[in-house]
């Protein structure tokens, strides 16, 4: 069974600069999140996708950052302007269930942004 | 454990040996806990989960305990590899939502 897919592996951009990244989940997932880890830390949830729709945005800073997940598959994260401090690692996880019960949350390979 | 910023806690184990991490929760109304491993460069990656109506669970070569009374959870790894030299991240969870803990580094000394 193929993972969660992610792309780029790595972006380098200026302060004030816009980037997109790309998750596509395992297959059959219904819920999709992404995660914000800074260096040294663990995962902290930016938004969670139940399908296509928003379950959790609670911690996304959305002056700047925006998700979608179209058709309930793929999902982009774009920052918009990048600030130093949105360096880190973007991780994606997708997890089976739709809601209830916590499940298991299989995880991508990451995005490491760094921001100049 | 919480989080230190770049200054992990870090368990220095010899190859062969026995390794135990810990973790603390806060949330009492967690009813699901899991520990992944994240090596350099790459994702979290799965190793054991455990429910709360659960305080044992045993996977190969690793076994997780939960104490629900002092909001406790700790992952032991049995005859401890090279290959086992990592990150390791307890998360707690409720309503499909984790919350992850700060991280412990496993050094496995040859």
């Known amino acids: 069974e193929a993972g969660v897919a992610q792309s780029p592996r790595y972006k380098i951009i200026e302060k004030r600069q816009s980037v997109a990244f790309w998750c596509n989940p395992i297959s059959g997932h219904a819920t999709l999140y992404w995660y914000q880890q800074i260096l040294g830390q663990g995962p902290k949830l930016l938004i969670q996708?139940?399908?296509?729709?928003?379950?959790?945005d609670s911690q996304l800073p959305k002056d700047r950052f925006s998700a979608e997940r179209l058709k309930g598959v793929d999902s982009t994260l774009k920052i918009q302007p990048a600030k130093l401090e949105d360096s880190a690692v973007y991780l994606c996880?997708?997890?089976?269930?739709?809601?209830?019960?916590?499940?298991?949350?299989?995880f991508g390979p990451g995005t490491r942004l760094t921001v100049l | 454990g919480e989080s230190v910023g770049l200054h992990l806690p870090t368990l220095s184990v010899q190859e062969g040996d026995n390794s135990i991490i810990n973790c603390a929760y806060s949330?009492?109304?967690?009813?699901?806990f899991i520990w992944y491993k994240q090596e350099s460069g790459k994702g979290p990656q799965f190793i054991i989960d455990i429910r709360s109506n659960m305080d044992k669970r045993q996977g190969q070569r690793v076994t997780v305990l939960l104490n629900k009374t002092v909001k406790h959870l700790s992952l032991q790894i049995a005859a401890t590899q090279p290959g086992d030299s990592a990150v390791y991240f307890c998360?707690?969870?409720?309503?499909?939502?984790?919350?992850f803990g700060g991280g412990t580094r496993v050094l496995v000394k040859p």
């Open positions: 949330n009492s109304a967690s009813d699901y």
């Open positions: 996708f139940q399908n296509n729709g928003v379950v959790d």
């Open positions: 996880a997708s997890s089976f269930r739709l809601g209830g019960s916590t499940d298991t949350q299989y």
């Open positions: 998360a707690e969870g409720e309503s499909n939502k984790l919350t």
